[in-house]
């Protein structure tokens, strides 16, 4: 068994002084008010442009949490921290909802400029990740997956979404920087998963460049990896997720009388989980993972898997990933014992990425799920310091 303790307070903690851990503390016994988890971001956004105080509330409390900054260069006292105790970065511009061509065109420029600040810092910055929403309309690509026939202005529509992909891709390529492409709703997954595919076809002949990212709370996605690693001789990239959308997946299915896309239960996600990842480890010559997961079991499972095939924790196709702000235990563990790990750095204006900081707080509503764990490990490290 790997030696791992993700009890160890003392490493998970290191980093923070007692002043940062009881503002964590703080934020995270917030997450048990439901009006807060609510409403507070739909208030936020309201009042953050009129009432100068709202703006500074969440920057020094959810955002601060959770986010790196509101640009690139904000984020640089993250990835230094970060990088210090062995942990790289993934810069995640996290602006989402947009609508118009414009930003679109913005965002691509931007998730460019994440490319080319991880080309210059290889050791602190392993991946570049994008969302396919923050460069083209949802309500195209839900047309586009469901196949449905394309106005002459949506065709052209398209063919600049895919221009934009491309030219994302390119630059990693050209960069020689991993770059996940992000999960999203289902609806939309089969449009992304094509795109993606075809980028790794082309960009992935010597190594796993673009990766697909794999949500495990989905049924049959272990197939799925099976099947496009039988029809293809190209390298894979995979980052594991188990998924971030699951109420919605299933009041959409329920609305629309589909069936639900969903495991029916938390066990079968987690079975679902652990075969990708043996899978992955069973062909690590081709195939490049990235375990997105908060999970200590999941977590612990590939570390095992590791030493079952006397891989060293230090491979150059294994990466375990968290988000900042959440998951020290598991993360500072994990690096401490020489594995490969890096967080997600988002960052963006603060109004721009609250529907992000909604989710972190909806995520950790639950005393029994996140947050109580956050807070049980950080009482610890504080009644130990004392």
């Known amino acids: 068994m790997p030696d791992l303790d993700f009890n160890n307070t003392e490493i998970a903690f290191a980093h923070k002084s007692n002043a940062e851990l009881k503002k964590a503390r703080l934020l995270f016994q917030s997450f048990s008010y439901p009006f807060i988890i ?14 100068p105080p709202v703006k500074l509330l969440i920057r020094n409390t959810l955002f601060a949490q959770f986010c790196g900054g509101e640009n690139i260069q904000d984020c640089q006292k993250s990835i230094d921290s970060l990088h210090q105790s062995g942990i790289g970065t993934i810069l995640d511009y996290s602006v ?3 609508e118009s061509e414009k930003v679109f065109d913005k965002t691509m420029n931007e998730v460019m400029d994440t490319i080319e600040m991880a080309a210059k810092n290889r050791d602190s910055i392993p991946f570049s990740v994008f969302k396919t929403t923050g460069i083209a309309r949802t309500d195209l690509l839900t047309k586009v997956n469901a196949k449905g026939n394309l106005s002459e202005d949506e065709n052209a529509e398209f063919e600049r979404v895919k221009s934009r992909f491309e030219k994302i891709c390119e630059k ?9 492409v992000d999960a999203e709703d289902s609806w939309i997954q089969d449009v992304i998963d094509d795109l993606t595919y075809q980028m790794m076809a082309k960009y992935n002949q010597e190594t796993a460049i673009v ?27 995979f980052k594991l997720v188990r998924g971030a959308y699951m109420e919605k997946e299933r009041e959409r299915a329920l609305k629309m009388g589909y069936a639900s896309p969903i495991h029916i239960n938390k066990e079968n996600t987690d079975l679902e989980y652990n075969e990708a990842l043996k899978f992955c480890v069973e062909h690590i010559d081709r195939i490049s993972i990235c375990a997105g997961t908060h999970n200590e079991q999941s977590s612990l499972y590939l570390a095992k898997l590791l030493a079952e095939k006397g891989l060293t924790n230090n491979h150059s196709n294994i990466y375990f990933a968290q988000l900042l702000g959440m998951s020290d235990h598991i993360s500072y563990n994990l690096a401490k014992a020489g594995y490969r790990v890096a ?17 972190r707080a909806q995520e950790n509503s639950s005393v029994k799920g996140q947050a109580g764990r956050e807070l049980k490990l950080i009482n610890i490290e504080l009644k130990r310091r004392v």
């Open 96 to 98: 989402e909802g947009e």
């Open 211 to 237: 990766y697909n990212t794999i949500q495990c709370y989905r049924t049959g996605r272990v197939q799925h990896i099976q099947s496009i690693f039988n029809a293809t001789n190209y390298f894979l990239g």
């Open 38 to 51: 609510k409403q507070g971001p739909k208030i936020a956004s309201w009042f953050i442009d009129i009432l």
């Open 172 to 180: 990693a390529y050209q960069n020689k920087v991993r770059l996940f």
């Open 343 to 359: 967080k997600y750095v988002p960052y963006g204006p603060v109004k721009a990425v609250l529907p992000y900081l909604s989710r």
